[in-house]
Each structure stands twice: as C-alpha cells, then as structure tokens.
C-alpha cells in the first residue's frame, strides 16, 4: 500500500465512524422536532446553537481548528433545522398576501405615475414597462411617489433605485422600509446624460449648471473640465431642463435626457456627458400589492439579523444551500438604531419552488425582521 493509499484507508475509518454518529445525531435531532413540535416550539434555538459550537470548540485539542469547528457545526445543525421542517406540519408556509398578476399587457387601465416630470428617464422605464399610459401622474420627489400609492391616487409607481455606475439610489431603499409596499416589476433604461440649453448658449458663457444629484454624479469627468460652473441641485434631471427652458437665460443649462430637452424646446449642447458609456439604471414598479405568477423569475427581500459574529454568514448560506442564485445585496442603516442595518437580497426563483421556500422559511425563522418586497419577472439588462 502507498503511503496515500494508508493515510485515505484511515481517513475511510473515520468517516465511516462519523457517518454512524451523523445518522445518530439526526436520529435525535429528530425526536426534538418531534418534541418541539408537540409543545410549540420554535425549530431554530439560538442560544442552544451558539452553546453546541463553544462547547465543542473547547473540547479541541489544537485551537487552530475553532473556526473550522464552528464552520462543522453551523452546517450540521442547518441539516438538522432542514430535517425538522421537513417533519414538521406545525410550520406554517410562510403567510404571502398574493394576489395572482395579469400580465402587465393586459391590466387594465391601471392608474399609474412616475417620479419626474414628462421626458424623464423614470417615463421612459413606464412606458417602456406598460407600453403606454393614459394619463400619466408625474412626481417631483421620490416620497411623493410612494404617497401617491398609499392615498390609492395610482396603483403603480415607476422610480429609479439603482444605476449601473453610481450605485443604489439610497433613499428608494430607505422609503422600502418605510412604506408597505410590494416591487411587482422591473426595467432597465440605458441612460445616457446630455447637456442641454437654449440654441444661443455658449459654453463658455456658463455659470450655473441644474441637474438632479444622480446626473452630477454620473458626469463627474465631463463637469470637472469646466470648474468655473455652479452646480444646482435639482428635483430631476427633466424638471432642470424643464427649469432652464422656463427661466430663459443662456447663462443657465441642465444635465438632462435628449428626451426632456426635446420636450422643453432645448438643444443640446453636448451628447451624452455621462462618464461610463455604459450607463443603465433599473427601475422598480411598486404596488400594495403582492402579484405573483409563473412567470416571475426574481424575488426581493428585507431583513434584519441579531449584531453578531457570523449571522449574516449564516443567513446567506440559506441562499447557496438550496442552490439559489444572489442577484445583489444591499444594506442599510436603521433609523435610530447605531451601526444596525437592513439587508435588501435580490436572488433568481420563484415562490412556488420548493427550495425558494424552504430558503424563505429559514430565513424567515433565524431573522429578526422579515419581509418578501416583491417577486417579478426578471427584465432585460441591456435595453437601449
Ligand atoms: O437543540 C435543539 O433545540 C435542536 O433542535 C437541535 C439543534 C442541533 O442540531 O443541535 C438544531 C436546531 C436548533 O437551532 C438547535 C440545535
């Protein structure tokens, strides 16, 4: 026998030992569900967790192996939950207020607005969405979109909540938690930012340039060659151009889409400024309510989680443990409560597949706070 052959013929031994102590540690592990379920209890216990993997650590002999003990156990009593859930009909399938989605195509003359004013990038996603509108509502500031929903004055709102290369729009996140609302669709616009002002306006007769934060932030290298111009914080990029054209002074120009300068009568006086020329932004149709159908492909999720060691490890394992894609994560800080966060989780799947809910249900049970904000049918990427 080679010397490899020895060491795999001892390492056979021990995993034979240790299958026979798996299959009996289920065994147990199976009459406390059993048990549990009897006197109510919920399956995930933390403190008994955390008491398995100290207890274990410190029967050790080389402490170089702690992390990948603990690392054993979180696996092992993650079969266990799976194993009680299974044999459990006292957990309730997680409680969704779905109503079933037509498809967008057929809603039917649903009232619908978006943030900005006519010719924005967030109108060109709606339309783009709902192929067309009749009578459009139209927002000047995100929250206004979201008290639209709430007073039932639009069914649907369209806002921009993440850009290609300036991140997430932060505040959508934020008015997420706020308000109790569902994300029943999605759409990508390719966005390119021009400058636009009156035909006269020279360049070098600039002083102040109106954008919204977001078209600033996405012609930073443009602006810089021109460190003379004062920038003016707008509602929208489309209201700025809506502004300048009102204000008709050729000192005065906007960052905006070629759309809104279209619709304000303003010429552009410099294409597509924006930094990356691959610039999209995904926006988010929002509901009261939950819609849900076989084509949705992509589910969105918030929660909370205790502030320890190796939680958010945890949790998001739930995801890679049933096999489930993570599209994106994001966190944000929770109002009143120092270095505590949100987490938002995009992942692909649909509620009615059994590892989705199984994921669900976990992560459901080891979070503080948790909410489905929507599941929708996945749009194209590239759209131009
Ligand atoms: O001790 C329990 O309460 C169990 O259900 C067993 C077990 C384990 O596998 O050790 C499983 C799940 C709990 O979260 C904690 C521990």
Redesign the pocket.
Known sequence: MTEIEEYRKKIDEIDQQLTQLFEQ?ME??KK??QY?KAKH?P????N??AE?ISKNQAYLVDSAYQQGLALF?QQ??A???RL?NKNSSTEQPLDLPFVPASSKKTKKNPKVGCYGAEGSFSEEAMLSYFGSVEQPHYFTKFEDVFSAIEQNDIDYGVVPIENSSTGAITKIYDLLTQYDFYIVGEQYIHVDQYLVGFQDTELANVAEVYSHPQGFEQSMLFLNQHPEWKWIPYRSTSESAKLVSELKDLTKVAISSKRAADRYNLTVLQEKVNDQHENSTRFIVLSKRLESSDVCSKVSVLFSIEHRVGTLHHLLHHFAENKLNLIKIESRPVANEPWHYLFYIDFEGNVNMPEVQQALQTIHQTSSFFKVIGTYQAAEKNKK
């Not at 399956?43 to 933390?46: C, F, G, P, S």
């Open positions: 540690r147990t592990v406390v569900g549990k209890l399956i995930y216990n933390e008994r967790e398995v156990f092992l009593m079969i266990s939950k009680q």
